[in-house]
Nanobody, 116 residues
Framework: QARLVESGGGLVQAGGSLRLSCVGS???????MGWYRQGTGNQRDLVAT???????NDADSVKGRFIISRDNAKNTVYLQMNSLKPEDTDVYYC???????????WGQGTQVTVSS
């Protein structure tokens, strides 16, 4: 069964760093992988995405602080989060999109808590 498994969340003080990882299992080289966070609305908010060719898209709120990267050979996407702020506290979800199968996959979410 295809799935995404996240890891790396936790508690950190403001100004600190965390690195999230997401491994895709039985998902053939997703075209787009990315990170979203729950936010306060019904839809999850974009944090950053990256294509299989390495093109990235970052939310304005994280530009200059978060870096998304991926290892296609390992079917893994990373989110390096630096200079964390209390407002970054949220549940972070990994997402993968496969154009060939028209499937969208979500991970189970990992909690990130930034204390002031």
């Amino acid at each position: 069964q295809a799935r995404l498994v996240e890891s790396g969340g936790g508690l950190v003080q403001a100004g600190g760093s965390l690195r999230l990882s997401c491994v895709g299992s039985r998902i053939f080289t997703p075209n787009v992988m990315g990170w979203y966070r729950q936010g306060t609305g019904n839809q999850r908010d974009l944090v950053a995405t990256i294509t299989s060719s390495g093109r990235t898209n970052d939310a304005d709120s994280v530009k200059g602080r978060f870096i998304i990267s991926r290892d296609n050979a390992k079917n893994t996407v990373y989110l390096q989060m630096n200079s964390l702020k209390p407002e970054d506290t949220d549940v972070y979800y990994c997402k993968a999109i496969s154009f060939a199968s028209s499937n969208v996959y979500w991970g189970q979410g990992t909690q990130v808590t930034v204390s002031s």
